[in-house]
Each structure stands twice: as structure tokens, then as C-alpha cells.
């Protein structure tokens, strides 16, 4: 049972590039998140899912997308990284039952120049 | 609002003293306050949570207070160790948006041997 895992793990990009954070969870949940952390900020929610198919933007969604195709992943997309999108990067998920109670990811740290 | 504010920004506790981080909300519609423990390089953990019609929950050293009317929470550590070293957020879920957590803004807590 590996519960959440994300790849990569680091990435640096150039400002204007694109690429796809994949997250994936093996207990069956629900629900998935993605969250970025900036110093003294905590963790923001970008966007969430609430069931395969099914996307819902966060706090702060400007210059993301996601896909949720399949129940047990949550993919990530920034279609022409900015460096304001320097940030770690988490994913979550939940149980149907459980509010309140998420587990987390690893973290992919994204660096844009 | 939905904010979470806590505090302090940063802690430093001798081996064995107690750690307390403080949390306030304004938001009535929270229904579940979550801590959470994150060591460096790795993702968020809960560690422990209370619902607001408890007003104490303890698991170990680590208790939670509640204050409904007051609409503040805290986190205390008895008996610090220096493996309890790490950042801890606070939060609170919000039953609409997807059962979303609003996160404060982190606590980076030291504990000297």
C-alpha cells in the first residue's frame, strides 16, 4: 500500500513551458487535491476533485488545469509555466467519510526560470 | 471569511517544556479542526483532530483545545521532544466545496535538547 505518490519529485522549467504533475493514490478515496505551499502561506488548494470525472476549482486556480480520468489519478497542468508558479506542489486525497482527514503526497518541488 | 489564522510564525521550546500553537477562525460553517505535523521534505500527516462540539481532545502528549464561542483552537505538546520538531498547520474543513481545508499560515517548531 504506497497511499499517495507524486512524480516527479523536482522539475525546473523555463517560464513559457508546460508540463504535467501526476498524482496517484491506491486506498479507493474519493476525493483528490492538489495544494501548493509557499513560505509563511500554508497550503492554498488549486483544485479538487470529488469523483472520477469530476473537477472544481480551488483558491487559487489562474494557470492550472487537471484531469481526473480515473479514479486513482489526478494529473496536474500548467500550460505555460510563470515563476510566480514556483512552489512545492502536494496532492491529497480522502475518503468519502473522513472530512477533514486527508493524506498527502511527497510534494514535486517546481522551480520556473 | 475563510481564513485561519495562526500563531506564532515560529516556536522554540526546551526538551520537555510545552508547545502551544493558537489558532482563530471566523467562519461558523468549519466543521472539523485538524492539525497537521510536516517534517522537512516531506508531505503534510494529520496528527490530530477535534470536532466543534468537544471542547478537549487528547492523544498522547499532543491535546487540542476548542473555544466555540471564542472560535479558537490550539495545539499543545507536553512534555517536547526534539523529534517533535517540524512545521505544524492547523485547519478547518468546510463541508461545502468538496469538504475543502482552509490551512493556516504554518508554525516552525524547534525543540532544543
Known amino acids: 500500500n504506497a497511499g499517495v505518490t507524486q512524480t516527479p519529485k523536482f522539475r525546473v522549467l523555463k517560464t513559457g513551458q508546460s508540463m504535467t504533475l501526476l498524482c496517484a493514490q491506491d486506498?479507493?478515496?474519493?476525493?483528490m487535491y492538489w495544494y501548493r505551499q509557499d513560505p509563511g502561506m500554508g497550503l492554498r488548494l488549486i483544485h479538487y476533485?470529488?469523483?472520477?470525472?469530476?473537477?472544481a476549482k480551488g483558491e487559487v486556480p489562474d494557470g492550472y488545469n487537471v484531469s481526473r480520468l480515473k479514479k486513482q489519478n489526478f494529473l496536474l497542468g500548467l500550460e505555460s509555466a510563470a515563476p510566480s508558479q514556483t512552489s512545492v506542489y502536494f496532492c491529497?486525497?480522502?475518503?468519502?467519510?473522513?472530512?477533514?482527514?486527508?493524506?498527502f503526497g511527497p510534494g514535486t518541488r517546481l522551480t520556473v526560470t | 471569511q475563510q481564513q485561519v489564522k495562526q500563531s506564532p510564525q515560529s516556536l522554540i521550546v526546551q526538551k520537555g517544556g510545552i508547545s502551544i500553537i493558537n489558532c482563530a477562525y471566523e467562519?461558523?460553517?468549519?466543521?472539523?479542526f485538524p492539525w497537521y505535523q510536516q517534517f522537512p521534505g516531506k508531505g503534510p500527516a494529520l496528527l490530530i483532530a477535534i470536532r466543534p462540539d468537544v471542547s478537549e481532545k487528547k492523544e498522547g502528549r499532543f491535546t487540542i483545545s476548542f473555544n466555540k464561542s471564542a472560535k479558537q483552537f490550539s495545539l499543545h505538546i507536553m512534555d517536547s521532544q526534539p523529534g517533535d520538531s517540524a512545521t505544524y498547520f492547523c485547519a478547518a474543513n468546510l463541508r461545502r466545496y468538496g469538504n475543502k481545508l482552509v490551512f493556516g499560515a504554518g508554525t516552525i517548531l524547534r525543540v532544543k535538547s
Open positions: 491529497a486525497s480522502r475518503s468519502l467519510d473522513r472530512a477533514g482527514e486527508q493524506y
Open positions: 476533485s470529488v469523483g472520477e470525472g469530476t473537477t
Open positions: 486506498m479507493n478515496h474519493e476525493y
Open positions: 467562519n461558523t460553517a468549519f466543521d472539523y
